[in-house]
């Protein structure tokens, strides 16, 4: 069993502790969560002998850079399914399409409306005559397997906690944390979306009711990020020496502070944030926070 460390965050209200768990240290490039949700594909890919994996993700993907590490390191060939033509021109430019092409990736880049129709089947099948034989990895990793993996984050030493807490992007995370969680302990979910079609991917795996999505926490959506939270991921890496991903992490973290300000949880309740990782797409940012004259987020700590 992988042994994950976990930090004590400094709370000093209500009795309340705060622990996070680092899966950002699971691995060096296939960080956090990716590492869980890839570990059941990838043997099921072996066993059902394909040599090419393909699967989808946007200009900053940490899906898109894990996928192509883990193909590489395993032996697989590997394609991603880019969203947004433009990008076809910029590889070089983007520090997470630059990774994945150096580690064997083959890219496709699609527009934004047929992006949006990588469910269709008709869109698979014409990716299958493109392509010939592959093992698909859905966009973020989730599906059946993916949530098996994610079930592994919590160990019998994490009974203590009565709250579980992660961000929450496709699903896939949260659906493995309830299904793994004892009958005591609630899940709560950080959406980095906007939107309430969240609710009804987690159904589709979520074995139990034990679980909440906090909505409020997105700022402004996917990706979206604001002089206040570039400050608190630099302030909180500072202080605690752990430093968080813009898009994911860092939103969650932030609520967390938040809900504990405005007497969320009930005194002495002991809460266990899962570090997702994602720490390669801070590269990606700091190129637009540059462009939007807002400070960077600090990698040295």
């Known amino acids: 069993m992988l042994e994950i460390p976990t930090h004590y965050l400094p709370v000093q209200k209500n009795g309340i502790t705060v622990a996070i768990r680092r899966e950002d240290l699971i691995?060096?490039?296939v960080s956090g969560n990716k590492f869980r949700k890839l570990k059941y594909n990838l043997l099921q890919a072996k066993e059902e002998n394909h040599k090419t994996l393909l699967t989808f993700g946007g200009a900053f993907s940490n899906h898109i850079a894990s996928v192509a590490f883990a193909g590489k390191e395993h032996n697989f060939k590997t394609i991603g399914i880019i969203r947004g033509e433009e990008l076809r021109e910029k590889i070089l430019e983007n520090p997470t399409l630059k990774f994945a092409q150096e580690n064997g990736m083959q890219f496709e880049f699609v527009s934004r409306s047929d992006y949006s129709n990588k469910e269709n089947p008709e869109f698979l099948e014409k990716l299958k005559q493109k392509f010939a034989d592959f093992y698909l990895i859905p966009e973020g990793g989730t599906n059946e397997l993916a949530v098996k993996g994610c079930k592994e984050i919590l160990n019998h030493k994490d009974s203590q906690f009565d709250y579980i807490c992660c961000a929450v992007g496709t699903g896939g995370t949260i659906s493995g944390l309830i299904n793994s969680a004892l009958p005591h302990q609630k899940v709560l979910?950080?959406?980095?979306?906007?939107g309430d079609f969240l609710r009804e991917e987690i159904c589709m795996f979520a074995k139990t009711d034990n679980w909440q999505l906090i909505k409020d926490y997105h700022f402004g959506g996917y990706g979206?990020?604001?002089l206040e939270l570039v400050n608190f991921i630099n302030n909180f890496s500072e202080?605690?020496?752990i430093p968080l991903d813009p898009v994911y992490t860092s939103k969650m973290v932030f609520g967390i502070?938040?809900?504990i300000d405005k007497n969320y949880f009930p005194s002495h309740s002991k809460i266990l944030l899962i570090h997702t990782g994602g720490?390669?797409?801070i590269q990606g940012m700091n190129q637009l926070l540059e462009k939007k004259q807002l400070?960077?987020?600090?990698?040295?700590?």
Do not use: C, E, M, R
């Open 27 to 29: 691995h060096p490039f």
């Open 295 to 301: 400070p960077k987020i600090i990698t040295n700590v």
């Open 224 to 226: 979206k990020i604001n």
């Open 189 to 194: 979910g950080f959406p980095a979306l906007k």
């Open 239 to 241: 202080s605690n020496k």
């Open 279 to 281: 720490l390669q797409g």
């Open 257 to 259: 502070y938040d809900l």
